[in-house]
């Protein structure tokens, strides 16, 4: 009984797991899935959701995650997060498994945008990395280049 509660949260974990990196391949914009640029985006859930999806489970740092690496992942996971040690997760448990791997995607997300802004590589982020770095997103996302983010910037095709 122990290793069937094991393997259904395991395997719910997988599916939840998969559904994210299957969702960053999924069109977003007004009328797609997902709606306009960020809406219902979180950690893990943005630009570098595949990554982190690959830093938590590439065991063996190759760049690809396999079936037994995700089942690895997770077997750590409910094992972790097992607190009385039955084999299986409580709620409370696996509310609590869920909030640390989503601390660990929030650090990987954390570790990433400062390595992006530091333009210079020098360990730290300036005001001028800081404001080159969204002024140049700025940018992609005044699609009509009038200077203003609005909904006919939305409506237009990405630069």
């Known amino acids: 009984m122990k290793k069937l509660s094991v393997a259904i949260v395991s395997g719910v974990l997988a599916m939840a ?48 995650v396999t079936k ?3 089942a690895k992942f997770h077997e750590d996971q409910v094992k972790k997060a097992d607190k009385n040690r039955d084999g299986a997760l409580s709620q409370n448990e696996f509310a609590a498994m869920q909030e640390n791997i989503m601390e660990e995607m929030r650090k990987i997300h954390e570790r990433k945008q400062f390595e992006r802004m530091d333009a210079n590589g020098d360990g730290k982020v300036t005001a001028e990395e800081l404001t080159a770095h969204h002024a140049a997103r700025f940018d992609r996302m005044d699609r009509n280049d009038d200077g203003m983010i609005g909904p006919d910037d939305r409506r237009m095709p990405r630069k």
Do not use: Y
């Open 17 to 64: 797991v998969a559904g994210t990196v299957v969702a960053q391949d999924m069109p977003r914009g007004p009328g797609k899935p997902g709606g306009g640029w960020t809406k219902g985006m979180g950690p893990g859930m943005d630009h570098g959701g595949r990554g982190m999806f690959r830093e938590l489970m590439d065991a063996d740092g190759d760049g690809n």
């Open 68 to 70: 037994q690496e995700v």
